[in-house]
Nanobody, 116 residues
Framework: QVQLVESGGGLVQAGGSLRLSCAAS????????MGWYRQAPGKERELVATFGRGGTTNYADSVKGRFTVSRDNAKNTVYLQMNSLKPEDTAVYYCNYRNTFGTNYWGQGTQVTVSS
């Protein structure tokens, strides 16, 4: 059974930093696409940063140069380091894993709020 558990969200002032963690179980870690999405109030869920099937990374234009996705294979954990945070980064951040059959799995989400 796939389980994704996020942590690390919170309230931070603009310009600050946060690191999100996603601990995964029930998957073959590192072999399939995995990463982070976010959803702001009244908006659709959008890609933030992900690892592709070959391990390449993909970032939304809005976070390039500020956010870094990384993973620790020994801990089955994916991280999202977020620097220079802006109020428009405020959203619920979700960990995502897509298996070989294209099925998406989601964590419960963690709230990130950036105050101006």
């Amino acid at each position: 059974q796939v389980q994704l558990v996020e942590s690390g969200g919170g309230l931070v002032q603009a310009g600050g930093s946060l690191r999100l963690s996603c601990a995964a179980s029930g998957i073959i870690f590192g072999s399939n696409p995995m990463g982070w999405y976010r959803q702001a109030p009244g908006k659709e869920r959008e890609l933030v940063a992900t690892f592709g099937r070959g391990g390449t990374t993909n970032y939304a234009d809005s976070v390039k140069g500020r956010f870094t996705v990384s993973r620790d294979n020994a801990k089955n954990t994916v991280y999202l380091q977020m620097n220079s945070l802006k109020p428009e980064d405020t959203a619920v951040y979700y960990c995502n894993y897509r298996n070989t059959f294209g099925t998406n799995y989601w964590g419960q989400g963690t709230q990130v709020t950036v105050s101006s």
